[in-house]
């Protein structure tokens, strides 16, 4: 089968509808979804096929849609959309076809965050053959038409649900939009009514487009991922003073710990924890000893640093445990505080959080009341 020049197929999302159905202030398709926006996920997918040449996003009016883009605005072609999705995808073809128009166009919904590679390969190849080609996915559920009350059985025999990214002839989708009536929910509708043919591809369930407020849970559920375990450990020694911090809270001792920052051996392991779960060096290498804007430094900081690392891969913190190897002071009564403070720390990444403490019954630096030591394990969901 002759397959098209990847230099001459384009994709062209489109992203400047209001959502209102999914409603939350911002349109749906800039809000977050494990940590990017959805139309971040969807241009990414485009950008990244080896059969897709350029990639042109329909924004709203107004800088928005290229502040929400980032860096990924300066490897696309923008312009504004219209009043309806329809008005949208006709602009975003005829700004399309200004300059060395495409043989073909993949149109996709921004709402639509995951694009499998294989289905992208799918559409393309149906193009070789057909004007049009679609993603598309058997209806499963018995079909009803009514009301309050059922009116007619539907007979499901034949009936598709179908998805985006539609591929089409290029000439032959803009001049079908040209000429077409208002009121088409997707371009197979548009391409329909002019005559073209359209083939039907498989979809794939994880294409699902985010319409309402809940979708984004069920989006992110359908999302591959890893699960992935670190561990920290870390030990101060004790020294003058009258307080210690552990795992953020100021407890009065009649001895210090002795540290370049606040010396909370509990935070120190925890943010060790979490940036072994990530992949992502150690304390060290984020806040090295040597640098005076660390000295005296609270430890808050360097934990909130690594929540933040995490939220940025688009990962999510599902559990953290430290424990607290010492004789002296008691940890038990603080337990409590101690995990609320982690919870505080890592406030928008919601873990479930533990706090233990042990003694070593006097064996050992920690016996002799050398010093404090800390372990932490972190779990964390990562994007697979
Ligand atoms: N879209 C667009 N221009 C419009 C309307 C919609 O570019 N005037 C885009 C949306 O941004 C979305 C896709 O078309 O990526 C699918 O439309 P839909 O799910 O209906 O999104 P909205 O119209 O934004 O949502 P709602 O209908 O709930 O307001
Ligand atoms: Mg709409």
Redesign the pocket.
């Known amino acids: 089968m002759a397959s098209l020049a990847p230099e001459r197929v384009a994709a062209l999302v489109?992203?400047?509808?209001?959502?209102?159905?999914?409603g939350g202030g911002e349109?749906?398709?800039f809000r977050p979804l494990r940590g990017r926006p959805l139309v971040v996920h969807a241009v990414e997918a485009f950008l990244g096929h080896p059969r897709i040449g350029r990639v042109h996003v329909?924004v709203p009016g107004g800088a928005e849609g290229r502040r929400i883009l980032g860096p990924l605005a300066e490897r696309v072609g923008l312009s504004p959309?219209?009043?309806?999705?329809q008005?949208?995808v006709r602009l975003g073809l005829e700004a399309l076809g200004q300059a060395d128009p495409p043989s073909h166009v993949l149109i996709h919904?921004?709402?639509r965050p995951f694009v499998p590679a294989a289905m992208i390969d799918r559409v393309v190849d149906a193009l070789a053959q057909h004007p049009g080609a679609c993603p598309a996915l058997p209806v499963v559920d018995s079909l009803r038409r009514g009301g309050a009350t059922v009116a007619e059985v539907v007979d499901r025999e034949g009936l598709w649900r179908v998805q985006t990214p539609q591929g089409f002839d290029f000439r032959a989708i803009l001049e079908a939009h040209r000429t077409a009536a208002p009121g088409a929910t997707d371009d197979v509708a548009v391409a329909h009514a002019a005559g073209l043919t359209v083939a039907l591809v498989e979809g794939d369930e994880r294409a699902m487009?985010v319409?309402v407020a809940e979708d984004f849970a069920r989006a992110s559920a359908l999302w591959p991922r890893v699960i992935t375990t670190g561990t920290g450990f870390d030990v101060h020694r004790f020294g003058p003073g009258d307080h210690v911090w552990l795992c953020g809270i100021r407890i009065p001792h009649g001895r210090g710990l002795l540290g370049h920052s606040d010396a909370d051996v509990g935070l120190h392991a925890l943010t060790d924890a979490i940036l072994g779960a990530l992949g992502a060096g150690d304390i060290g290498v984020h806040f090295p000893p040597s640098d005076p804007r660390w000295k005296g430094a609270a430890s808050h900081l360097f934990l909130a640093h690594a929540g933040r690392l995490v939220a940025d891969a688009g990962g999510q913190i599902l559990h953290v445990d430290v424990t607290i190897i010492a004789e002296e002071p008691k940890v038990g009564p603080h337990r409590p505080a101690m995990c609320a403070r982690l919870r505080d720390i890592l406030a928008d990444h919601a873990p479930r959080v533990s706090v233990k403490a042990t003694t070593t019954e006097g064996l050992g630096f920690a016996g002799r009341r050398e010093g404090i030591a800390a372990q932490a394990v972190a779990t964390l969901s990562l994007p697979g």
């Not at 489109?14 to 999914?22: F, K």
């Open positions: 489109v992203a400047a509808g209001r959502g209102e159905r999914a349109p749906k398709q329909v959309g219209g009043a309806t999705r008005e949208s919904d921004a709402a487009k319409t």
